[in-house]
């Protein structure tokens, strides 16, 4: 029955998502039509519908701008699927769906695997629908609740592998290494916190190095970009630029990038210690979640397919139906108001373009206040509610073993 429901998903989403499949984006039918997808443009902007190698070849002069701007496994994930594909931008899109319809998959088992029909708050959400294949984040969610699933079983090392794979697709599976190890420790297990860092960061460097000795250059460019970048547009950093100078390219990258730093590591000690002064014995691994939540508030980047980062954790240790639904509307208002926006910015008024930036904005800002109220909610949740459907019988025959 999850499977069944999350097929449906995926196709309501696919729905949404088919106007834009073709590429053929002439007449603004990524805003009008609220299909946008980073897959389409992206077989011509990384190169891609000939044989260039990620990081190996340089970009040809087909590319449209620099290349190589994301994560090894992310961008050998469209390598293969452009070797299916061709220059077809159709079935390039298609061809990258189905590899992000099974990280779909395989998330939603874990997931049932953990907390058994909590996995709908997952299967079911919007987010999931208008986002699935927006970009390759799945790939990276995926990993980072199988790396979970793997901790919550003892399997230490399996988990730091499938935090390092993850972070070989999108960085953020390397913040969990953070809860993670935490955990072991208040256990009274350094050594298996060791073991879980120690196979996440080498499982990271096993996959980057050959390209980072072998193309140097590209291998570089995720971290230049990113580096570089100015505040994006789904970032509380963005609005508080245009609403101070009016601006829409704020240029802020050091200033935005050591704020940012700033902000969440004092966040996230400041919500530790609350946490633990209200429950000393709180499981440290269910900190996973407000990490993500005040990285992405206090990052200066928030793209819009990001949230899917959170929906497993909705599940995992914050299950407040109130709170996720809250979550979802704000999520999609973000999503139409964004979109809706651009075409406006462009010169569009038909189909769903139109909406001024100032709703786009407030959209930003409410669903920041549901994600800072969900971080409420945990820190005031009893974890106790938490514990049983996570620690399954057969776990407890594991533990007996070691």
């Known amino acids: 029955m999850v499977f069944l429901l999350l097929a449906g998903t995926l196709a309501l989403g696919h ?14 039918r990524q805003y009008t039509r609220l299909c946008y997808t980073d897959i ?22 087909g590319a449209e701008g620099a290349c190589d701007e994301y994560p090894v496994l992310t961008m050998w994930t469209m390598r293969v699927a452009a070797w299916t594909s061709g220059a077809d931008i159709a079935r390039f899109v298609y061809a990258n769906a189905i590899l992000l319809w099974l990280a779909a998959f395989a998330t939603a088992l874990c997931l049932y695997v953990m907390v058994g029909s909590r996995a709908l708050y997952f299967v079911l959400a919007p987010t999931l629908a208008i986002y699935a294949t927006t970009n390759w984040d799945l790939i990276a969610v995926a990993f980072a609740t199988g790396a979970t699933l793997a901790y919550l079983r003892r399997r230490d090392g399996w988990a730091g592998l499938l935090l390092g794979l993850g972070a070989a697709a999108k960085l953020y599976p390397a ?51 990113n580096t570089e970048r100015t505040a994006d547009w789904d970032s509380l950093w963005f609005i508080a630029c245009h609403r101070l100078t009016g601006e829409l390219g704020c240029s802020v990258d050091w200033p935005a990038d050591l704020g940012s730093a700033i902000l969440f590591l004092a966040s996230v000690a400041i919500v530790w210690r609350l946490k633990a002064v209200r429950d000393a014995e709180f499981p440290r ?13 206090s990052s200066k980047v928030y793209s819009p397919q990001f949230s899917l980062w959170l929906l ?47 709703a786009f904005e407030i959209a930003v800002v409410v669903r920041a206040a549901i994600l800072l109220l969900c971080v409420v909610a945990w820190v005031r949740r009893s974890e106790t509610t938490l514990t049983q459907p996570l620690v399954p019988a057969r776990v407890a025959v594991v533990d007996a073993a070691d």
């Open 312 to 358: 497993p954790w909705f599940a995992l240790a914050v299950p407040n139906l109130q709170l996720f639904v809250a979550f979802q509307l704000a999520d999609v208002g973000v999503y139409v108001t964004r979109f809706s926006w651009f075409g406006t910015m462009i010169g569009l008024d038909s189909g769903l373009a139109g909406l001024p930036i100032g």
């Open 40 to 61: 389409a443009p992206l077989l011509g902007k990384e190169d891609l519908a000939g044989d260039r190698l990620p990081y190996l070849d340089p970009c040809g002069s």
């Open 175 to 225: 913040l969990l290494v953070i809860p993670f190890v935490a955990g072991r420790l208040r256990q009274g297990e350094p050594e298996r916190g060791t073991r879980l860092a120690a196979a996440a960061f080498g499982t990271w460097v096993v996959v980057n190095l050959p390209f980072a000795i072998g193309g140097t250059s590209g291998w570089w460019e995720f971290f230049r970009y």
């Open 15 to 28: 729905a949404v998502k088919a106007p834009c499949v073709s590429g053929d984006w002439g007449d603004g």
């Open 285 to 297: 691994w269910t900190l996973g979640f407000p990490i993500l939540v005040l990285f992405l508030l």
